[in-house]
């Protein structure tokens, strides 16, 4: 995989909205889970439980979507320009790409990886 098709892919509103929609899940589930436990334990009310979790399934509902939108997108980007030859390889350093872009990623589009 060369560098150009890694910037391109990375540089891609797209593929960046991917990544952030990805971020967007896990938090809401992190926090959904975090938020019953509390209430398992009796440390907070079944209103603040309701009042947390309604709307981070809401946020988890709409990011699901837009994950799905996004990755079709992004499947045809690499429809037309594939990161390597033979279907394993392309979602091999796909996979790879994306799991290390999940933590190191900026947000801004024009600042610079460490």
Do not use: C
């Not at 952030?20 to 334990?41: D, E, G, M, P, Y």
Request: positive net charge; charged residues 15%; proline residues 4%.
């Amino acid at each position: 995989m060369s560098d150009e098709q890694v910037a391109a892919t990375r540089g891609r509103m797209s593929y960046r909205l991917l990544v952030l929609s990805w971020r967007v899940i896990f938090v809401s589930i992190a926090v959904v889970a975090s938020t019953q436990v509390l209430k398992a334990h009796h440390l907070i009310s079944q209103r603040v439980s309701v009042g947390i979790v309604a709307p981070l399934v809401a946020v988890l509902v709409v990011s699901v979507l837009t994950a799905i939108a996004t990755m079709a997108i992004q499947a045809a980007h690499f429809s037309v320009s594939p990161l390597g030859k033979g279907p394993v390889q392309r979602q091999m350093r796909f996979s790879h790409m994306f799991l290390v872009d999940l933590v190191t990623l900026p947000l801004n589009p024009g600042a610079r990886r460490k």
